[in-house]
């Protein structure tokens, strides 16, 4: 199994359809409006701006698992992320990312280890998982880690299709 034959709900309503991704590289990101971290959405975009005609996705998978961060609905989600910092990216529908009701994504993903050898639980809001064209997990870079951190530049272009 990779990541492409996994089922999530698109932000909007529908399937996300994580299969059209194939081919392409995708940086999964677990998000939330109301966060300490919150601007990263601004680094996301600008990543995804930079890549997507290199084959980068962004993805970005709501969560409100960390101390309630992101207690809106689908629309006000959307509303917040298009008002506040222009994202472009695709969003999902929001999912548990740990415990009991671990959504299936998140249950692949999470086997991944960090830059210290660490797999297991989301830490805390934008987590972020890079997809290679081929829907495996690559590379996993911890919450504190932004977009613009040479570590995650570089795992993006050497996992860029062709």
Not at 27 to 50: E, M, R, W
Not at 117 to 123: Q, R
């Amino acid at each position: 199994m990779t990541v492409h034959d996994i089922q999530i709900g698109a932000l909007g309503g529908g399937p996300a359809n994580l299969a059209g991704y194939q081919g392409k590289a995708m940086l999964i990101v677990n998000v939330a409006s109301k966060c300490g971290l919150t601007p990263q959405y601004a680094g996301l975009q600008q990543l995804y701006d930079t890549y997507r005609d290199r084959g980068l996705v962004v993805l970005g998978v709501p969560c409100n698992q960390f101390g309630g961060q992101e207690p809106g609905t689908a629309e006000q989600i959307e509303q917040f992320c298009q008002v506040s910092y222009g994202v472009t990216f695709p969003m999902t529908e929001k999912v548990d990312v740990n415990g009991g009701d671990r959504h299936p994504l998140y249950r692949e993903l999470v086997a991944t280890t960090d830059a210290s050898g660490e797999a297991g639980d989301v830490l805390w809001n934008f987590e972020k998982f890079l997809v290679g064209p081929d829907g495996a997990v690559v590379s996993r870079f911890r919450p504190q880690v932004t977009p613009e951190a040479p570590e995650l530049i570089a795992a993006v272009e050497q996992s860029l299709p062709g």
